[in-house]
């Protein structure tokens, strides 16, 4: 599979989203499955001490290469199942190797992060969790989310978070499709994000923007009706079907920046 990087204007970021909606309209229950099946399965290795947390980190690089493959098999009229999980631990040693270590570096890497968020914020950010998973007092958690380390904490987990996802966002998909090594492969969706960085910050607005009008706009119509206490209900559903159309447009970013066997028309469809 030839790949040939490039650079794509910045209203594509919104095309993403749209083409990822449409993938989505196709096999909503197929794609929303595979979603749930993942969160389930994230509660359950959370439940597994220590190595558990483990365990989920690694998964994540799977998760994006797994949807990926879904949307092109949606796109060729099939329906997705749970092996588009396993599917890239299939193909040779060297590539399964290859993605077994790129899990291995992003789980270690997230948790430095959290390591070093940790200690900047010096706990503040722990201590609000405990305090709202005990009921406190509202007083007590506003008087504890003031604190002014949590600000940086919060910066620091954001930042470094977002920095580490630039070399993880098309590693997976450029191992298992052309067949990268490891440091390839980190390089090559490096460049990739940052020659269509406006096409990437455009998507990112735009999906801070819709969850952000979704919130609000739930939050609006369930206080006017007076149902305020069926929010989180609304919301489970809705963020299931957000996540579900956000990991079905990450295949659109990929093709988008290398056109990977994929018709050159696809995304003005």
Known sequence: MLLHLQTVPARNGLLWIRHGLNVFRRKPMALAGLFSVFLFTAFVLL?????????????LPLLSLGFMLATHQVL????????????????????RNAQLQL?????????????LSQWIDGGSFDALQRLAADGAPAEQIAAAAANPQLFWGAVS?????????????HAPALIHWRGQGL?????????????????????????????????LGLGLLTSLLGIGQILPLLAVPMGL??????YAS????????FMSGTPDDLLSK
Do not use: H
């Open 76 to 95: 060729q009229d099939q329906t997705p199942t749970m092996s588009v999980y396993i599917a890239p631990l299939k193909l040779t040693r060297e590539r």
């Open 241 to 246: 079907l957000l996540s579900t159309v956000f």
């Open 47 to 59: 439940m597994v001490p220590a190595i558990g947390v483990v365990l989920l980190l690694m998964s």
């Open 183 to 215: 440091l390839q492969a980190l390089f090559s969706s490096t460049v990739a994000l940052w020659r269509n960085r406006a096409a990437f910050a455009w998507n990112a607005l735009l999906w801070m923007a819709i969850v952000l009008s979704l919130g």
């Open 250 to 257: 990450l295949y659109f970013t990929f093709v988008d920046c």
């Open 103 to 115: 899990c291995g570096i992003y789980a270690l890497a997230t948790l430095l992060i959290s390591l």
């Open 157 to 169: 987990r954001l930042g470094l978070a977002a920095l580490l996802s630039v070399p993880f966002w």
